[in-house]
């Protein structure tokens, strides 16, 4: 299978002799994961906040290649040559492809490591035009998408569901932002998130979630009956409403 060109995606190439150091000690998820494979991990402001998710994969001649959304690319660059000061660490866009797909994978293609339902994605030459419906798969598993679900300098990543994505790792050591993120999981019961809904009748993306006359939340991403809302999870009763639809929550 040839797979389908993301045409949202760039991949930066990050070499020298310091580059898993220089990496481990910014991004949310424990580099040395890339032993066993890609790895999906966030940079963050020092106050926990979000400002890009990534995956990160071995290339070749160890290279480090992180695939990142086109909008985000060039402040990612920007931030990490900030960090870098003395680090033996260089950072370049590459010209790679990104295909995805489902089913079974073309020889060099690796498993998305966010979720199974994800697929596959390779890079390389481009491939063919869009086949699947991703917001479809992303809505079902309420998995966020950069700058849709994902807001920098806004959302907070367990709040993002990224500890059920496998993009951060509460054993790693610092990292930027790591004080927040930890103090939420452990200190905190976690009452916002994402979560797929039902909808009946019409609501546009960014419409408020109200209960009972009260704003509980907001939708993101639809696809036929079905979005992604951001709720506040202590306030969200078994019937809600956007818009001119009637929401309840999906178990």
């Known amino acids: 299978m040839t797979g389908e060109t993301d045409p949202n995606r760039v991949v930066l190439a990050i070499t020298g002799p310091d580059r898993e150091t220089f990496l481990q000690g910014l991004v949310t998820n424990d580099i040395r994961k890339l032993a066993q494979g890609p790895v999906y991990a966030a940079i963050l402001t020092p106050q926990g906040k979000y400002l890009a998710d990534f995956l990160l994969l071995p290339g070749p001649e160890g290279t480090i290649w992180l695939d990142v959304a086109a909008g985000l690319a060039d402040d990612l660059m920007r931030r990490l040559s900030m960090y870098r000061l003395r680090a033996r660490v260089e950072i370049a866009r590459t010209d790679l492809a990104v295909t995805r797909g489902l089913g ?27 086949v699947v419906d991703w917001d479809a798969i992303r809505v079902a598993h309420a998995i966020p998408e950069s700058l849709v679900e994902l807001v920098p300098n806004d959302t907070y990543i367990l709040e993002a569901g990224f500890e059920r994505l496998n993009g951060v790792d509460f054993r790693k050591g610092c990292y930027v932002g790591q004080e927040v993120t930890a103090r939420m999981k452990h200190k905190t019961e976690l009452r916002k998130g994402f979560a797929t809904v039902l909808l009946a009748g019409e609501a546009a993306p960014g419409a408020p979630v109200t209960a009972e006359g009260r704003e ?30 009637l929401v309840r929550l999906i178990d």
Do not use: C, N, Q
């Open 104 to 130: 079974d994978p073309p020889p060099g293609a690796v498993a998305d490591p966010r979720h199974p339902a994800l697929g596959w994605r390779a890079y390389g030459a481009p491939g063919g035009p869009p």
């Open 216 to 245: 509980v939340g907001r939708l993101f991403t639809r696809s036929g009956d079905r979005a992604i809302a951001w709720l506040r999870l202590d306030r969200a009763k078994p019937e809600m409403r956007a818009g001119h639809a």
